[in-house]
């Protein structure tokens, strides 16, 4: 059950119909679109008010079709057009406001739709008053103007027009007018005047002219040219000879008529020229009356019957010419007057015209816009017709034979096009060996290397789909050729990556052995402790510290306590006296193991008392002094053999009297053990971390990982053990638990990866046209690309990437060749025609002879002609000279046959004789006219080879690889040196010394020859050298190691790294000088000797000592002593002192406690205190006890010192033993520096309080050397010219990543050429014009010619001139003569005519600007036709002057502006000058154009004055201008001293009344104070001022000379000489 559909024309039947039955008609539709449609309709209920109505609305309705409704407003309105109420006006004629309509569907659009036409050129507004008024503004840039377009609704079935109504239904209707601009009239500007021409006459009175040409056109209603020519009279230098003046003759020829075929003789004027003698204004050439013929017209015609000709043959007519004789003033005359021997040929024979016929148009093309893009041009379509006839004999030449037409200009509803862009695959594996040289890439262990590497990726490119949903970066897209993405910029195909090296940790030196307390303070348990030490990870490559040995030692221990009782004593008092038995109060706290401060409550054990029973010694007793520290233990921990003891002493301070006694020498040292605990030092050790696993433990069902991972999630597992020092493994309880590594955690499974491959790209295209014979048959392929490859048992790659296959079946060229005919006897012009002309005595001459032409194909059956016209080669001709013998010709025998060659070089020649009369005519003997012989060069196959040009560049061999692959995908390191080709072209000459294809020498057109590219050498140095000693003898420094040059780098190789200047390169690492590595060890003193004299009491003043020695500096207790030089001298301690042992009545005070800290600065008066107690008081009657305080001021660098940090320079970055580059770390040591200049222990700086915010470690990066990466060579391209010396095949590489540190930079070679093979150019050279050719006769119509010639070159012109070669090498020469124009019809004037000169050559391009700015790419250019006149009596029929215009490129703005020269008697010169400094009329603003005469207002009518260049009335040189108080000059006045030869007008008042008529001047001065302005000079001034001065001083003078001098009593004092000193001051 369908629909049909029937279209009519516009005012037709639109219908469907079903099959079945009628259903509803569209002619409905058609009766409302057809209703004319108008607004405002005026009904009249009276002379005041009437019904007005509004345009209906739009058809609406619930369903398409019939059931519509349109509404429009109807309103009462008053004549005057405001609007009242409906009751007015007369309801009997309103008009209905609601009426049925069609409602148009949906799908009845898709049927109509409106055609829009490019919008036309932008025209002016035109004036309003229709009236041409003058622009008296200028223009500044541009004026309104409108342009239009044709706006149709048209079926888009067929594309027919319908009536706009139907489309107004769907969518408003296009604007048809839009404003635009037109630039500013431009009015026609015109060169200045060339000079004149020499006068037209040697004698007696003639013309002479002088011309201009035309610069730029007018446009836009700019004004018209001006005339190019002016004429002007002229006389010869003597007068003409009696007789001379008289008329000159000259013959003059008119053009040939067409070419027609002869016919019946009462037809002879049936094409005929005839002369008009008449005077014509236009020109001054003959004007000829050609008659129409009506078989010239037919015989056209015949051949639009058949469309394809089988065969050609053309058709022999005749055409003539006048001839007349002109006199010099441009007037006819007799004939005779110019022929007095010979008369000219007024006939020839001709081909007749064959115009050019082309086949029909066949189909367009698809339209090359097929999508929508940014770019909002329109698309193009083509078609095409073929030749079915060349034109011939000046035949209607060939239309276009391709017509291009816009298609797709609205894009909107095209879908959008495909967006390229770059993709690239995974990255492959981290690699280091790239930046290894190849000498070092040989030495080392490329498994074991580490750190920073390279790493590389494809990149490819692909068609984006048009979607708007984002991609995921491995989607998968069919690749394409990278030159899609050009432009766009190609992703990284290299960059730097790391493989991690063994991980290295910084540690800091053990701490001290700590108490023995229990591995879990917070919860003890058993009698069981440790002893523990620790260090700290200063610096570590991993995170978390997994990488670092153990931190923490432990020892096992009896009875831990993690906290104990500290208790401090006070002053012992005693009980009753002032001395004995007594008490001391005890301050008792709990601290931790650490020495904190903690709560009484975790001490475990009993409080100890708060007092405790002390003794102070009364004055007979003994008094020895406190216990000294306990030494240092002498073993580190208790062995089989040995155990840790330690002791201290005290000593005696007084000697009892009768009370108690000293302690005996046991009684004075204590021993005790220490470090008791077995030599057995304990630590866990870790193994590395397991491969990630499946999680299999239990863990609680609890995540202990915080992270979502992508694939799952598994464990990874290590071995922890508990190690025995310098022993194997031992049970775990050996070991604190809490110090136990963790041996379980999270990790993330490797994923399991498919191989992702690329889908294959399109197949490269097979050849479009047919196949030549002998040709090989053409293939095709395609290529994949792996973007991802598989990994954790993936999905494997496919084998297969790169696919080739032979093109189809491609059909073989047809063959066609030309069959040609006979020829056809020789043809003259009809005898009749001859007689009527000339009337000759018989029948001969020149004539034209022609021949059939047909075509054939491969079988020799027949073809059109149009296939030979495409595949068969050069036309052939078809007609040529001949001529028919008079009885007065000279006659020949035909040529002989041409005579055997000898071989190359030898010439083959052929002979013919006259016979007959012709051997006694003179006019027959001369060879020149009537050769007798014809020689011509034997061909020859020998060829001699040449080499041409320079060697290509040294071109590598290419290993055996696919070729799929090129430039932009492939990135490996590629051979830069060794052997390689180098090519030279070779030219093939004949012995003509014509070149010839090379293949006639050579197999490839080349030499080859080996060559060799130098490789690169890379800078190498020698190996390090043993360490320096280190910078510092004291504290932290560097000690440094260096590499020195070898060989520089060369060809390109490695550059070195940055050399000092000394060559060499250095590594530096930190060094710690000990300061002290020995140290004073120091034993208890002696005991006081006294020396006692007789019975004197062994008390007072004595002697003690003690040794002291040099040890080195260790963990060890036990230490070997060496020289006492080793130590430092200046803090030898001493080895005796003065003691005092008080006797038994004396004040025994205790030891000085040690001195207080000075201020941290060291401040100017501050001090330190020390202080002692009584340990004894004296007895009764003995002297009292000394001071038991002391104080000294604190003096810096004595008894105060400073601290401060100080760091030692960074050590160079140092990288893991197998790492070239990448992350590694640099380190510095830190020194505490005593303000004396002298390191001391670090602890003397934390005990000032400095803060140690110095960083000592930290991350840095070495460079990577990364070479230079470069792309594959790509493909050799196709030669730059198909022909001649000049062709170059080049190809080309990329960089992907430039040379960086020490890398091998990229070579300079990214481009190579070789040449081509040298094959002939062979090309048609068009000669230049000729000059006008008239044939026997001296002015007129006549031809001019350029000829075509074909020629060989090696396409370099200044090397290789071109010679000329035989037709049949640069194809068909009738059709290019057709294409090049060779023959153009010229005219050359006859004395006295007046007639256009020749074209002035084209003007510089110009564009349309507006303020300097152009807005169109095009501009014109112009050139012009002036009018020579050469009688002035002939002006009236001179031609008009002629310009034409055409496009150019490369055009530039110019501008205009009025020049002005200088006054000269109140004239300037004043033209206009276009910006480049050529003169030109037009272009200037006309009413800005400068005046040339210069007026002053009021006139200058008084006696010797002028107008001045200020526009104001001034006076002659040597008068003085007296002026008005109005400001205007009311007289002249001579200048005193100047000429007075000039009389005054005293005809007038102001003559009579000038004061010059005083005689108290002089009449002329030597030196003339007033200047020919009038005015006084400066130096009268300044003589004035001069004599006033002197004046002023001769009365002084005389005042100081006549007033009496004053009697003095008293003599003055004697005078010194004055001595004047020239000190060379310029002001002495």
Known sequence: MGWTMTLKDDFGVIAWAHGSGSYVRFFVLLSFLFIQVQSDIVFHMDHQFTWKTGQWGHCVGEDCGSGGVQTRTVWCAHTEGWTTHHSHCNHIDKPESRRHCFKVCDWHQDLFEWELSAWEGCVLVPFFSNELKLMTTECITAQHGIQRR?????????????????????????????????????????????????????????????????????????????????????????????????????????????????????????????????????????????????????????HHDRKYPMSWELEVGYQTRQVRCTRSDGKSTMLSLCTKFNSPVT?????????????????????????????????????????????????????????????????????????????????????????????????????????????????????????????????????????????????????????????????????????????????????????????????????????????????PCEDPACYLWQVQQGKCMPNKSTCGPGTVVQSVKCVSAEGEDVPMTYCAEGLPPSQAPCEVPCPADCVVSAWSSWSPCSHSCASKTAEGRQSRTRTVLALPGKGKECPGAPALEEWRVCNDHPCLVFYWEASTWGPCINNTLDLNGTNFWNSIATCAMGVQIRKVTCMKMNGGSVVSKRCPDSARPETVRPCVLPCMKDCIVTPFSEWTPCPSTCMPENTTCATQSRYRTIIQTSANGGQECPDTLYEERECESLPACPIYRWRIHKWHACTLVPDFVQRSLSRPAETCGNGLETRGLSCVGENDEAANLTECLHWAGPFPAQSRACRVACRDDCTLTPWSKFSECTGCGSFQSR?????????????????????????????????????????????????????????????????????????????????????????????????????????????????????????????????????????????????????????????????????????????????????????????????????????????????????????????????????????????????????????????????????????????????????????????????????????????????????????????????CVRSDGKIVDLQKCEQSGLVKDWRLVENCVVDCPVSCVLSDWSPWEQCSHTGGSQGQSVRTRRILQEAHEEGRPCPNQLVQTKPCPISPCYMWLLSDWSSCTIEGAECGEGVRRRNLSCIIHKGDWTESPPAPVAEKFCGDKIRKEIQKDVEQPCFVPCQGDCHLAEWSSWSSCQLTCVEGRSFESTGRQSRSRAVIIQVSENQDTCPQQVFETQPCKGGQCYSYQWRTGRWSNNERAVWCQRSDGVIVTGGCFPQKRPSMIRHCHPPCTKPFSHCTSSGVCGCEKGYTEVMTTHGFLDYCTRTPGVDANKKADVKTNSGRLKPSQARDWPTEWTLRPVGSDGRVKLWVYAVTAVGFILILFIIAFSFLVCKPAKATKTSPPPQKPLTLAYDGDIDM
């Open 150 to 302: 044709k706006v149709q609704c048209v079926r888009t079935s067929n594309r027919t027009t319908v009536t706009s109504r139907i489309c107004d239904f769907f969518s408003q209707r296009p604007p048809v007018e839009q404003a635009c601009l037109v630039p500013c009239p431009q009015d026609c500007v015109v060169s200045d005047f060339t000079s004149w021409s020499g006068c037209s006459k040697t004698c007696g009175t003639g013309l002479q002219h002088r011309t201009r040409h035309v610069l730029t056109t007018p446009m836009y209603g700019g004004a018209s040219c001006p005339n190019l020519t002016e004429t002007r009279t002229c006389s010869g230098p003597v007068g003409c000879k009696a007789g001379e003046d008289e008329y000159q003759y000259s013959l003059k020829v008119g053009a040939w008529s067409e070419c027609r075929l002869p016919h019946h003789k009462d037809s002879i004027l049936n094409g005929r020229t005839t002369v008009d003698f008449s005077s014509n204004k236009q020109n001054n050439t003959i004007v000829l009356h050609r008659h129409a013929s009506y078989y010239h017209q037919h015989h056209h015609d015949r």
């Open 911 to 1231: 002979k013919r004789s006259l016979t007959g009369r012709s051997k006694k005519k003179e006019q027959c003997l001369n060879e020149a006219s009537y050769p007798l012989e014809d020689k011509q060069a034997c061909p020859c196959e020998e060829y001699l080879s040449q080499p041409f040009g320079n060697w290509s560049d040294c071109v590598l061999r290419k290993p055996s690889t696919l070729g799929f692959l090129h430039s932009w995908m492939s990135h490996q390191e590629v051979k830069e040196c060794g052997q390689g080709l180098r090519y030279r072209a070779v030219a093939c000459i004949d012995q003509q010394g014509h070149l010839v294809e090379p293949t006639l020498c050579t197999d490839t057109g080349y030499m080859v020859e080996v060559c060799h590219i130098p490789c690169p050498l890379d800078c190498k140095l020698s190996d390090w050298s043993v360490w320096s000693a280190c910078s510092s003898s004291c504290g932290g420094g560097l000690k440094v190691r260096s590499k020195w040059l070898r060989e520089k780098a060369f060809n390109g190789g490695r550059p070195c790294p940055k050399l000092d200047l000394k060559n060499q390169v250095n590594e530096a690492v930190p060094c710690h000088s000990e300061c002290r590595k020995y140290k004073w060890r120091i034993e208890p003193w002696s005991i006081c000797t006294i020396n006692t004299v007789g019975d004197s009491p062994s008390c007072g003043e004595g002697v003690q000592s003690r040794k002291i020695r040099c040890v080195k500096k260790g963990p060890s207790v036990e230490v070997s002593t060496v020289e006492d030089s080793q130590c430092d001298q200046e803090e030898t301690p001493p080895r005796a002192q003065v003691c005092f042992l008080a006797c038994h009545n004396n004040c025994v005070m205790s030891s000085w406690e040690p001195w207080s800290n000075c201020p941290l600065q060291c401040d100017r008066g501050s001090e330190r205190n020390r202080s002692r107690h009584i340990l004894r008081l004296p007895a009764v009657g003995s002297a009292a006890c000394s001071e038991l305080m002391q104080s000294e001021s604190c003096t810096l660098n004595t008894t105060c010192f400073t601290y401060h940090y100080k760091v030692s320079e960074w050590s160079t970055c140092r990288l893991s033993e197998n790492a070239i580059c990448g992350q590694g770390a640099r380190n510095r040591l830190l020194d």
């Open 347 to 555: 006939y020839q024979a001709c081909v007749m015209p064959r115009d050019c016929h082309t086949s029909d148009w066949l189909s367009w093309s698809p339209c090359s816009k097929t999508c929508r893009s940014t770019d909002l041009s329109p698309g193009y379509r083509l078609r095409s017709r073929v030749v079915t006839q060349i034109p011939l004999s000046g035949g209607k030449q060939c239309p276009v034979l391709e017509e291009k037409e816009a298609c797709n200009i609205i894009g909107d509803l095209l879908p959008n096009c495909p967006r390229y862009e770059w993709r690239t695959t995974d990255w492959d594996e981290c690699l280091v060996s790239p930046l290894l040289s190849k000498l070092d890439r040989r030495l080392a262990n490329i498994s074991s290397l580490c750190g920073g590497g390279v790493q590389t990726r494809k990149t490819y490119c692909v068609q984006v789909p048009d979607d708007s949903t984002p991609h995921h970066r491995k989607e998968v897209a069919r690749p394409v050729t990278p030159r899609l993405c050009v432009g766009q910029e190609a992703p990284l195909a290299v960059q730097n990556c790391s493989i991690p090296c063994q991980h290295r940790c910084l540690l800091s030196h053990w701490s001290p052995w700590g108490a023995c307390v229990h591995d879990n303070c917070k919860d003890p348990q058993g009698k069981k402790g440790f002893i523990q030490r620790r260090r700290e990870a200063l610096w570590a490559s991993c995170i978390p510290l997994d990488c670092c040995p153990h931190l923490v030692e432990s020892i």
